[in-house]
């Protein structure tokens, strides 16, 4: 039987207990149905993944006990695996959901959304916090499902122009009009790849990602959604570079 699989954002230690937070305990408690003596699968990336036993469980908390290591920590798999970092123009109803849910899965490490010209979502200040945990959790929920021990880092919205520039030499803009393809080969194990909302990018924005480094790629003749662009371009740089 598959065992359950928990982000838990708390110290890890090998027979230990650890007290789960509310909502995790719920979670197990009333949706999983889990009871005292079941087993599941705790992590975070910081202290590894770890078989855990449930000790008490009540209609409001669950405790359990860390009784074996599962998966450690590897610093040199860390250190040679691809750093993606998905920079996407913000997109409405549930595509951006959709977008951080499976970009998660295919192991992008960092997020950045961004507002374009041609985006019509400009979330207001009191809706940004909720915005991001919200993200966060569908982030944290594919890490669960997909085996992931590091949740990605996803940024406050941010207009396009205001981007920091990095030092990687792989920046790539994902646009149908573009006269470059994915290379064949990388300079470092670090990759911007920037991709827009539904309406696609303005010129000017094409003239500003050249002029900041970026190479305008194409997947090939078809138009992809927002929402599917990340999936392909994602899929193809982990097949040629990555860990998949």
């Not at 990759?191 to 305008?216: M, Q, T, V, Y």
Request: proline fraction near 5%; include cysteine.
């Amino acid at each position: 039987m598959r065992l359950s699989r928990v982000y838990v954002n708390a110290p890890l230690k090998l027979n230990t207990l650890v007290p789960l937070p509310k909502e995790t305990a719920h979670y197990l408690g009333n949706v999983l149905r889990l009871r005292v003596d079941d087993e599941l699968l705790l992590f975070n990336s910081q202290h590894g993944e770890f078989l855990a036993r449930i000790c008490t469980a009540t209609k409001k908390s669950v405790e359990v006990e860390l009784i074996e290591v599962r998966r450690e920590l590897d610093a040199d798999e860390e250190q040679n695996r691809l750093g993606l970092h998905l920079i996407l123009g913000l997109s409405r109803g549930d595509k951006m959901d959709f977008a951080v849910q499976k970009s998660t899965e295919l192991g992008v490490t960092e997020i950045s959304p961004v507002y374009t010209e041609r985006g019509e979502v400009r979330l207001k200040p009191e809706r940004l916090e909720k915005k991001l945990l919200h993200w966060r959790k569908v982030a944290i929920s594919a890490c669960e499902q997909s085996g992931r021990l590091a949740v990605p880092s996803i940024h406050c919205p941010i207009p396009l122009a205001d981007l920091a520039q990095g030092s990687s030499a792989n920046k790539w803009m994902l646009e149908p009009s573009g006269s470059d393809s994915v290379p064949e080969s990388i300079t470092d194990r670090h990759i911007d790849l920037l991709i827009g909302p539904e309406g696609g990018f303005s010129l000017a924005e094409i003239d500003w990602a050249r002029d900041n480094g970026f190479k305008i790629v194409s997947l090939g003749t078809r138009i992809l959604r927002t929402e599917t662009a990340p999936i392909a371009a994602l899929a193809i740089l982990q097949h040629k570079f990555g860990d998949m």
